[in-house]
């Protein structure tokens, strides 16, 4: 069992940048992908950013390159990634959710996108960017 709690969220005007936090605990002895997602008002949930258990490898979505960077790091057996989040616009508002892909195989580029490889989720932190 992993429980993901993301954290950082806020009202920020356009242009301006944020971070987002996301502890993963529980099973942190694993070594495991994780992703951040988002959703949006009347929209399905969009894949954002990934990055490998290492930290070796991310991934990003076309609408955010550039603009957000993801990272990770461990201390005291607690697996945290960040999104750090520049340059942000009104399309960037959305709930963010954070999610660990424990049980299948290393995420790749490929597969980072597929919410279905995704084991764990956390609830949700919103972002709004005000124009």
């Known amino acids: 069992q992993v429980q993901v709690v993301e954290s950082g969220g806020g009202l920020v005007q356009a242009g301006d940048s944020l971070r987002l936090s996301c502890a993963a605990s529980?099973?942190?002895?694993?070594?495991?992908?994780m992703g951040w997602f988002r959703q949006a008002p009347g929209r399905e949930r969009e894949f954002v950013s990934a990055i490998t258990w290492s930290g070796d490898a991310t991934f990003y979505a076309d609408s955010v390159k550039g603009r957000f960077t993801i990272s990770r790091d461990y201390a005291e057996n607690r697996n945290t990634v960040y999104l750090q989040m520049n340059s942000l616009t009104p399309e960037d508002t959305a709930v963010y959710y954070c999610?660990?892909?424990?049980?299948?195989?290393?995420?790749?580029?490929?597969?980072?996108?597929?919410?279905?490889?995704?084991?764990?989720w956390g609830q949700g932190t919103q972002v709004t960017v005000s124009s």
């Open positions: 529980g099973r942190t002895g694993g070594r495991f992908g």
């Open positions: 999610a660990a892909a424990v049980y299948g195989p290393p995420i790749t580029r490929e597969s980072s996108s597929n919410s279905n490889i995704y084991d764990y």
